[in-house]
């Protein structure tokens, strides 16, 4: 038996508003109107300042590249809108056929908008190629429990496990790792080019791409041929587009150029547009943290600096634990739309627990000056210490600047750091943090699914996604222990142990937890059901 995750609707209080997503009472000018292809229903046309990395699955693990590539490409396992329990998708069946072997069958002559059949063969080549490719921006992390895939027949696929009873195994094929991609189009060994992989139209999702300009238009037609969990789309047709600024963003989803808008607007416009009489506001539950990665290489002390020094390097993490101050941020910066976080793993879910609130700043969760001094001298470190410190300022937000001059502007009135805050466009960010390019910078995190695990072993055993070059045998023990560890109570105990650990060793200090916000007008259907706890923006849900 395998155990459900928990949905989070249920298991995370209404922390914060992060991934802002806004709904105008008209539909877009020159939108596409009302077709009549087999969905039925009208265009709907979905504003975001996210960006795409690739729509290749195997070299990103971004919110951007996900809305397009959950729209477009078939999941093994996958949840319905409102539920975060994963469930077949394009499977007919899928189980533990042994502690170590979950089998999937296939429904039968599944096909990609191609004309290819889709078969367990493609299956197997897509998990196969995420692993081997292994890219720094992709997805590998998620599988590290996994050792084999196997196509036993056109329709049933055996996945081999490392460890007996993974509790998450099920979930994660509905994750960035899940996309299955046909294997006559796609390289095996390398990354393939976003015009390459439109050209060859391997999509078997909801929707087919039609045309695309990357970052700036995605339109995208209803599938005919899908076949899966999600049902046909309710609208014939969706466009995509890009924004390079949030004011923009808002202004067209007021003028009603565009029906729905995503990540990310300020907390000033999400005010501004609660006041207005032509959006209706949804509150829904989320677990995005915002935190800042230490490269445990290139950082004050680290590895690989001339004056690399492992105990000088954590007294340098723990510092600027004990000074930064989260309540000012989300208070000045977000305007409480999010809230202080004190843990790698989001407040709310079964076995989440607060260990930084009590071990950095004054044990409350105010900073405390005293003690970051204190930890910095039996250390033996005098003087200012300099931190370089980048951050991204569309992926995540306008904010994202505010809020980072604040972290400058705390750090330096201790008068214990001097600070470089510098900042690059996401498409860059993405890669070189993952080439040692920052020795501190932000990151923020929207989960693949809801359960602690997928706020640990991401981020924290060998090869994880941050590659920050850190790793504690110890940490990687308690991650890999409480996985595969059924009983609910002891897995949660492990839960908390890990999160201990990582507290200590200062991997990343989480800054701030969110949700979702909605905002929607009243021609649009369907709006309650973006509110999902597995985080997957689904424009297929959306009618006019």
Known sequence: MIKSTTPLHRAIALAGISALALTACTGPSGGGGTSTGSAGGGAITFGTTDKVVTLDPAGSYDAGSFLVMN???PFLMNSKPGSAEASPDIAESASFTAPTEFTVKLKPNLKF???????????KFSYDRVMKINDPNGPASLLSNLTSVEAK?????VFTLKAANDQVFPSVLGTNTGPIVDEEVFPADKIMSDEDIVAGKPFAGPYTIESYKKNELVSLKSNPDYNGLLGKPANDSAVIKYYADSNNLKLDVQGGNIDVAGRSLTATDAADLEKDSKVKVYKGPGGELRYIVFNFDTMPFGAKTPEADPAKALAVRQAMADIVDRQAI????????YVPAYSVVADGLPGATQPMKEMYGDGTGKPSLDKAKKVLSDAGISGPVNVKLQYNPDHYGKSSGDEYAMVKEQLEKSGLFT??????????????RTADAYPVYQLGWFPDYSDADNYLTPFFIPGNFLKNHYENPTVTELVQKQLTTPDKAE??????EVQTAVAKDLSTLPLLQGAQLLVAGSDVKGVEKTLDPSFKTRLGVLSK
Request: hydrophobic letters at 30%.
């Open 71 to 73: 729209q477009v490409y």
């Open 113 to 123: 908008a191609n004309g290819h059949a889709l078969t367990a063969s493609d299956v």
């Open 153 to 157: 027949d056109d329709t049933t696929v």
């Open 330 to 337: 989300s208070d000045q910066v977000y305007k409480g739309t």
């Open 419 to 432: 600070v470089d805050l510098q900042s690059t466009e996401w498409v860059t960010y993405s890669k070189a």
């Open 491 to 496: 897995r949660e105990k492990l839960l908390g």
